[in-house]
């Protein structure tokens, strides 16, 4: 996003050129994809949803927010902004009437920084949620009561907490508010490519069962003893 040409790019990592430009509204500020739609907000408090080629597909008002996240499925998430001394969670709409449904609150676990841009990415079973602040990346597990666990934090070049923040299934990625670039950085998970379970996620009825089947592919792995832990969260 540009806030001052009122611009909407999209940008190919691999090749270093964007793809398409499209103008949207005055000063879009935070940017996230519902896997349909692209959603962007603005000062005013109203959030915008987008086609692929830039078409405006309908709109919600919501609160001033900084960080703009969806997990593709059900539902937004918008950071909402902080005065000095404030601490506001983030707020979940449905998607499909836009109705708050819950808040998470996190911020007794970030330290007091400021927090600024979210993600999240439903494939990371260990914690769904990144939170960006300056220099320092948060990622939490949320429960299905909306309650939260940091799982880790780490360092991370950003220059500010507002930057842009996105999780594109093995790397975090951040932009900075003084150059005209966008920086990956490893997650901090391990990954470990010679187990495979299948399903990875699903739901079980009380008092029932289902099976998953464990793979282990030692096709590319060298000559050794090799050790993991398979972690069920539920």
């Known amino acids: 996003l540009s806030?001052?040409?009122?611009?909407?790019?999209?940008?190919?990592?691999?090749?270093?050129?964007?793809?398409?430009?499209?103008?949207?509204?005055?000063?879009?500020?935070?940017?996230?994809?519902?896997?349909?739609?692209?959603?962007?907000?603005?000062?005013a408090s109203i959030c915008y949803a987008y086609n692929p080629e830039g078409n405006e597909r309908e709109h919600f008002n919501a609160p001033a927010i900084v960080g703009l996240a969806s997990d593709r499925d059900r539902y937004l998430f918008g950071n909402e902004a902080?005065?000095?001394g404030e601490f506001n969670p983030i707020r979940v709409w449905n998607r499909d009437d836009y109705q708050e449904v819950a808040t998470i609150n996190y911020r007794h676990l970030?330290?007091?920084?400021?927090?600024?841009?979210?993600?999240?990415?439903?494939?990371?079973?260990?914690?769904?949620?990144?939170?960006?602040?300056?220099?320092?990346?948060?990622?939490?597990?949320?429960?299905?009561?909306?309650?939260?666990?940091?799982?880790?934090?780490?360092?991370?070049?950003?220059?500010?907490?507002?930057?842009?923040?996105?999780?594109?299934?093995?790397?975090?990625?951040?932009?900075?508010?003084?150059?005209n670039k966008w920086y990956k950085c490893d997650d901090g998970i391990g990954q470990v490519s010679w187990i495979i379970l299948e399903p990875q996620s699903g739901d079980i009825a009380q008092n029932e069962e289902t099976e998953v089947f464990v793979t282990l592919d030692a096709t590319l792995l060298m000559d050794g003893i090799y050790e993991a832990e398979i972690h069920i969260l539920s």
Do not use: K
């Open 82 to 84: 902080s005065e000095e």
């Open 110 to 179: 970030v330290g007091g920084r400021e927090v600024g841009s979210i993600d999240w990415n439903s494939d990371c079973l260990s914690g769904q949620l990144w939170v960006l602040a300056e220099g320092h990346v948060f990622q939490f597990f949320v429960n299905e009561n909306w309650e939260v666990e940091l799982i880790q934090e780490f360092d991370v070049a950003a220059d500010g907490p507002e930057v842009g923040l996105t999780h594109d299934g093995a790397n975090l990625w951040h932009g900075m508010r003084e150059e």
């Open 3 to 43: 806030s001052v040409n009122h611009r909407m790019y999209s940008f190919n990592p691999e090749s270093g050129r964007f793809s398409n430009v499209h103008r949207i509204h005055d000063h879009p500020t935070c940017l996230t994809f519902d896997g349909t739609n692209l959603w962007a907000s603005d000062p």
